[in-house]
């Protein structure tokens, strides 16, 4: 007599099974693999069958799964129809349970090339697109090309990704009999071909010279570059000649795909010069320049650039000298107060590449200045300052140094 009783209601969920997917409508090849999912209630376990009938007939797939996991990857049986039907049930309450929808559909797995499909003209060495679409295939395909008709296949690659395209490097061979095949990676009985054959047309090896093709003057020392175009042709070798008869390597080996070579004149001056280019596979294929181009030694040029005239330098500061030259080696350097009257040594020999020479001004105050350069080997490739130029001592006043009477500058005396 002694009890009590809860003091609200509380509910027990009658148990529920929801199919999500596959629920109507789905295109699903075999061989796929595919997630069955569904939301459940109160259950523990499901048991999954599917129907390709409507549901007239059920086959089992799998009994006793997980029901809170909420999904099954199934691989897809080779049962193709558009009669499709997925159901999970609850393992003893029979009408505990749902299924799909609405019908899915089972597809069988195929391939079909779509090109080349037959009467399409490639040339050899070109690049182009084998396409395909596929349903219930592998990731990945296998594609051969034939050159008679089937007679005999040739691999282009075992396992390209099933992505419906592969760009081909379309072999150079001559045939109006051509075909593709594909083939599934893992099922050779799932494959297709051309409907009709394509042609090929093989592409004649050549090499073709640009420059020096005739008529240029490159100097010695000069980096000029060959430059060329080539079908068919892998790896070159590349010479010049100066008398037309005796042939000199430039280069053993250069990949004809480059189209250049950059060359660093050699000191062989000569107005009948002419540069080959051969196929290393086949020197046959070679091309020479069409006329003679010159080989010359540069002219030797010097020029002073600073002092140049108008310019003061003072004493004691520390001044660039500079030039410009071409050939030269060495330069001798020399200054005058007196408009070239007479000079005086600032250096004998000093590398002319370097086009500077760091020189301290001497305490010879003068307007009249000028620099002469001179090549130390060739006295007479000479050239000197345009006009004079200023060497300028300080002025010192009341312990004060100005220099050109502008500028000041402190002065420290000791004992």
């Not at 196929?279 to 002219?299: C, H, K, L, M, R």
Request: aromatic residues 10%; negative net charge.
């Amino acid at each position: 007599t002694v009890f009590d009783v809860s003091d609200a209601v509380f509910a027990i969920p009658f148990p529920s099974i929801t199919v999500n997917t596959p629920n109507g409508g789905e295109s699903w090849g075999v061989g796929t693999v595919k997630n069955i999912t569904w939301s459940a209630v109160s259950v523990q376990t499901v048991n999954i069958d599917y129907s390709t009938d409507n549901g007239t007939n059920w086959i089992n797939i799998e009994n006793g799964v997980n029901a809170s996991s909420g999904t099954y990857s199934w691989t897809v049986p080779n049962t193709p129809s558009t009669q499709c039907l997925v159901k999970v049930s609850h393992p003893t309450l029979s009408t505990v349970k749902d299924q799909s929808n609405n019908v899915f559909t089972i597809l069988a797995p195929s391939v079909a090339l779509t090109a080349p499909n037959g009467g399409e003209t490639w040339n050899g060495l070109s690049s182009q697109y084998i396409t395909w679409t596929s349903q219930g295939l592998s990731g990945y395909v296998k594609l051969e090309y034939t050159t008679d008709n089937g007679f005999g296949w040739n691999t282009i690659t075992n396992a390209a990704a099933n992505n419906g395209s592969y760009l081909w490097s379309v072999p150079n061979v001559a045939s109006v009999d051509c075909k593709v095949r594909i083939t599934d990676y893992n099922n050779a009985s799932l494959n297709d071909e051309s409907d009709d054959v394509f042609t090929i047309n093989m592409i004649n090896p050549s090499i073709t010279l640009l420059t020096p093709n005739g008529g240029e003057n490159w100097l010695v020392g000069s980096a000029n570059y060959i430059s060329w175009t080539s079908v068919a042709v892998n790896n070159v070798k590349i010479e010049y000649t100066t008398n037309d008869v005796d042939w000199t390597i430039i280069s053993n080996n250069t990949p004809a795909s480059a189209g250049s070579f950059y060359w660093v004149v050699p000191n062989t001056p000569s107005s009948t010069c002419k540069v080959r280019i051969s196929s290393i596979a086949n020197g046959v294929i070679n091309d020479v320049s069409e006329n003679y181009f010159t080989i010359s030694q540069p002219v030797p040029t010097l020029t002073v650039t600073s002092p140049n005239g108008g310019e003061i330098w003072y004493v004691g500061d520390y001044n660039y000298i500079t030039w410009s030259s071409n050939v030269v080696q060495n330069v001798r350097i020399d200054i005058s107060y007196n408009n070239g009257s007479s000079w005086t040594t600032i250096t004998s020999s000093t590398p002319a590449a370097s086009g500077s020479y760091y020189y301290q001004v001497p305490n010879t105050p003068s307007t009249n200045c000028k620099v002469r350069i001179r090549d130390a080997a060739n006295p007479s490739l000479v050239d000197m300052s345009n006009a004079v130029f200023r060497i300028q001592a300080p002025v010192v006043n009341n312990n004060q140094i100005y220099v050109d009477s502008i500028v000041p500058m402190t002065v420290c005396k000791g004992d």
